[in-house]
T-cell receptor, first 112, second 113 residues
């Protein structure tokens, strides 16, 4: 079936640095979503993107829906310790009734 | 507003036993989804209820998995008999009928030994 390739798998960064991660797919999605999972919790929606080329910010987070509709990236600027967690991209196909396909996640570790 | 609640948070069972996971969605949410994440891999779709009806169960691994949502409120996911490869974190999520980007529960970590 379809597969989302998310990279990198993990990142070890220093506080204050910027973080960038991306997802690519062979399928065309009509929605891209970015989630963050803290330890022991479920994924929490960070940003939703609905249109090709759309660039959306949420505080220090910025995400873009690729022009081809097959990719998306997430940037975190000026990282802080609470940015630690696993970040997942998710794509929704047209007429899929909300069913999401997820990437394998990017583990972010922030050191002081 | 209470979030999506899952019970239990952890379960350790022996191979061959039965386990039932429960999900209470946010009140009024007609969509209810089950997903599973096996260690280090992607979160995979299992199935989707709209109210009490199964809209899509294409992700259910095999007939050892049975999901129900009687009355369109809470849902249960039963694994019988459990196998080692069933270990993982099972997430439930819910949303309003035409909404995108749903709310996840904290998950049930299932370990089959």
């Amino acid at each position: 079936g379809q597969q989302l390739n998310q990279s990198p798998q993990s990142m070890f960064i220093q506080e204050g640095e910027d973080v960038s991660m991306n997802c690519t797919s062979s399928s065309i999605f009509n929605t891209w979503l970015w989630y963050k999972q803290d330890p022991g919790e479920g994924p929490v929606l960070l940003i939703a993107l609905y249109k090709a080329g759309e660039l959306t910010s949420n505080g220090r987070l910025t995400a873009q829906f690729g022009i081809t509709r097959k990719d998306s990236f997430l940037n975190i600027s000026a990282s802080i310790p609470s940015d630690v967690g696993i970040y997942f991209c998710a794509g929704q196909l047209h007429n899929s009734w909300g069913k999401l396909q997820f990437g394998a996640g990017t583990q972010v570790v922030v050191t002081p | 507003e209470a979030g999506v609640t899952q019970f239990p948070s952890h379960s350790v069972i022996e191979k061959g036993q039965t386990v039932t996971l429960r999900c209470d969605p946010i009140s009024g949410h007609d969509n209810l989804y089950w997903y599973r994440r096996v260690m280090g891999k992607e979160i995979k779709f299992l199935l989707h209820f709209v109210k009490e009806s199964k809209q899509d169960e294409s992700g259910m691994p095999n007939n050892r998995f049975l999901a129900e949502r009687t009355g369109g409120t809470y849902s249960t996911l039963k694994v019988q008999p459990a196998e080692l490869e069933d270990s993982g974190v099972y997430f439930c999520a819910s949303s309003q009928l035409w909404s995108t980007g749903y709310t996840f529960g904290s998950g049930t970590r299932l370990t089959v030994v």
